[in-house]
């Protein structure tokens, strides 16, 4: 190949100066130059036309471009979509002129420059509870073990609902590399075909058990529950973590809970049926800050928000590979990600295996799901999986 001529991906400023540097350019030149190598496709949703087309005007005038809907123009529609395409040198220019328009362009170019700044910095969170901590850091994935103590989930059913087994399973998934562990007493399995059961049977099935697996656990405890009531008798029993299917969007009551513990809270995305009005990615960043917004009011620390797509639940499989696909959009809410995947129906029918045989299906959602930014995963076979983010993370490292 004549002069060794490739493509390389340069996602962010850090990339960028390093390739500047490895040609060695100089420092004055790595500065100037950093900005223009990275370029980034962005798209904002109802935007006033006249403001998108001033918009579109300070984006041209700088050398990017930016597409609008039909009738912006001539001012036919009240409001438009837009997608900024630029490098970052013309987005921060284009933002310093934005901040001097009229029509709320200020308040517009403010949204452009937040998710262009937290695109570029990972989020990172530290929780202690006493001798347990918890450190969510980039390119150190978190092993989230799965303890089912239900008789009808669709993985593992029945395997662990007595307290030998729970407790056995706790220790093994700790000695496999678990960073966390998920308990849930209710099935929450998607495609919403799973028991309903009271508060107070959730918590006759969790109540012993949680006290016995805080006793020998060695990392924090997490939840599964969408109910204030079990939420609350937890956490005075002392687990450390909340992960509510519905996030915070069930029940008023459950915010005020978890506010009141301050607790990490995993708000995952879910709805009642598979119909979505508008691009799907669109409409679950638009459920989760919903339900940041909700936890916000209620006293919860945005540092305490923990968000997952929820895969499978109010999704077709189809729609679950598509959400997989673009998983990199949940970065603009600005929170930790966790990816759920493991074992679920939707690996069954592209692999057309049962549930028992869906390993590497599982393993192939880890791997995309950290490529995308995903920092915590939710798995039943901790060895595999941990093994699996390991090797991962420790390709995606940037600084070689």
């Not at 087994?165 to 998934?173: D, T």
């Not at 937890?234 to 915070?248: E, F, P």
Request: charged share 25%; hydrophobic share 40%.
């Amino acid at each position: 190949m004549a002069f060794n001529a490739r493509i390389l991906t340069v996602s962010s400023l850090k990339q960028a100066q390093d390739e500047l540097a490895k040609v060695n350019c100089d420092k004055t030149g790595i500065q100037i130059m950093g900005n223009k190598a990275v370029f980034k496709v962005m798209k904002l949703e109802g935007i006033l036309t006249k403001s998108a087309n001033l918009l579109k005007q300070t984006f041209l005038a700088k050398g990017g471009e930016v597409a609008v809907g039909r009738g912006t123009a001539d001012l036919s529609v009240e409001r438009t979509d837009v997608l900024i395409c630029a490098t970052l040198k013309q987005y921060k220019m284009a933002i310093s002129q934005l901040k001097m328009q009229p029509w709320g362009l200020p308040k517009i170019a403010q949204a452009i420059e937040d998710a262009l700044t937290d695109n570029e910095k990972a989020p990172e969170r530290r929780y202690s509870w006493g001798e347990k901590v918890l450190s969510i850091l980039p390119q150190r994935t978190l092993i989230m073990g799965i303890l089912n103590v239900t008789p009808d989930s669709f993985s593992d059913g029945g395997r662990y609902n007595t307290m030998d087994n729970a407790l056995r399973r706790v220790e093994e998934m700790i000695q496999n590399g678990a960073d966390i562990i998920d308990i849930g007493a209710e099935s929450t399995r998607p495609y919403q075909d799973g028991e309903k059961i009271s508060a107070e049977e959730e918590m006759e099935r969790l109540g012993s058990l949680l006290e016995n697996v805080l006793a020998i656990s060695s990392v924090p405890v997490s939840i599964d529950t969408y109910k204030p009531k079990v939420a609350l008798q937890a956490l005075q029993l002392g687990a450390h973590m909340i992960n509510d299917v519905w996030g915070l969007q069930h029940d008023p009551d459950m915010s005020k809970v978890v506010a009141q513990y301050k607790v990490p809270v995993v708000i995952m995305h879910n709805q009642n049926g598979t119909n979505y009005e508008k691009d799907i990615m669109s409409e679950i960043c638009s459920f989760l800050q919903k339900s940041i917004d909700i936890g916000l009011e209620a006293g919860i620390s945005f540092n305490q928000f923990i968000v997952d797509p929820g895969i499978g639940f109010g999704k077709t499989p189809e729609q679950n590979l598509v959400v997989m696909s673009r998983l990199e959009e949940l970065t603009s809410l600005r929170c930790p990600i966790l990816l759920g995947t493991s074992n679920k129906r939707f690996i069954g029918e592209v692999l057309q295996l049962p549930v028992e045989d869906r390993a590497e299906g599982t393993g192939a959602t880890v791997s995309m799901g950290i490529m995308k930014g995903s920092n915590i995963v939710r798995v039943h076979d901790v060895k595999v999986m941990a093994r699996i983010a390991k090797m991962m993370d420790a390709m995606m490292r940037r600084d070689v």
